[in-house]
């Protein structure tokens, strides 16, 4: 009887069915070349499992870190610090809308605050908020480059995304000093506009608070149904297909 | 958020770094997603249901956090991978030098896979993750899942020198 290397793996990893399992086990108990291809799977699951679990697992001599963080969490839900984007409720509006919400939470207006820290520096600004720089990287900067703008700031840009109404829509970081711009932005009527942006501050330890949060950028992208990030080929085929403006 | 949530959050701490290291393979990066991948599930825990089980669902997280994390990273910085500098692999004394070393080949062997084999490898045989569950968590179908899973092994056997 033919039997497969998948389905000897399917044995050794105890998904097979009871009736199938018996078949392939009589099979391997008639034939030690069938048992030397089982074996090669029951092997190196064993390998595996214990020694990456010996390895990595065993280790954790005090608690994680992260178990009094989760913990807080659990007897203090009422005041999360504002800087904490992952823990905002899914329904909450666009940053871009914040200002039409004047009586939120302390929470909401540190991060329009922090929101209007991060436009401050950026000179050259246009109504929509994109700078005359950052439209022309937009149009022609390769996702993964990087490109210098500026007053000593740096723009990457991250990826580009189709919306759900197929228009070009591309994410990008702008860097200066110890500050970090975080932007989505899609082309839609002939022209650029920005659709989500966001500033995280560099911290003393060196670490990034999002001010509000990168973790935000993906309700943007959730919000205009963005599709997995474009291949360098496809997006270089939707750049050549847009002319700047 | 409720305690029971939290705490079971808690014990999965240590598999999901395991799993971290083996998406980044760099401890640094693997304490963020960790860390992401915990912040997201508390924000996003009304979306779980508690009928199933947690790991598929953590795991799913953070594979998706690595795709958001390398998207990021795909211009920044130097890549060091851990398998380069043994001091960073993580100290384990006690079953003494025999397990570190097999350690050492079996992930030296694992390095050697593609990404894709490895994460259904680390998935079905570390985490103990079923079939069903690891197409879940990587979005592909479980007739992928298994093709992968067994070239892996075979590939794995044949560096460890399992016949």
Redesign the interface.
Known sequence: MQISDETLMALADNELDAQTARRVSQAVRDDPALAARLARFTRTRELLAQSIRAGQGGTQGAEDPLAAMIRAGITKPAVKPAVKPAEKPAEKPAPANLNRRPILAAAASMAIAAIGLGWWGWSNRLPDGLSVPELAALDSLPSGESRMLDAGAELTMIASFRSAAGALCREFETAQAARTRIVLACHESGGWHERFAATAQQDATGGYQPASGEGSIDDALAQIGASAPLTPEEEAAALGGNPPG | ???AF?EA??AL???L??FG??LARRPDLADDL???T???A???Q?GFDRQARLEPWLFRIMRNAWI?MT??Q???GTHVDVFDIPEA????P??GIE??L??QS??AA?ATLPEEQREV??L???E?M??AETARILDIPQGTV??R??RA??A??EK?G??
């Open positions: 958020m409720d305690a939290g959050l808690i701490l240590p598999n770094r395991r290291l083996s960790v860390q992401i915990v912040e997201r508390i924000a996003g009304a958001d998207r990021r795909r211009s920044a692999l993580p100290v384990d006690a079953p397990a570190r097999m350690l079996v992930e694992m490898l680390h079905v045989c570390v103990e079923t079939y298994m093709s899973l067994s092994r075979l794995l056997a460890l399992i016949k």
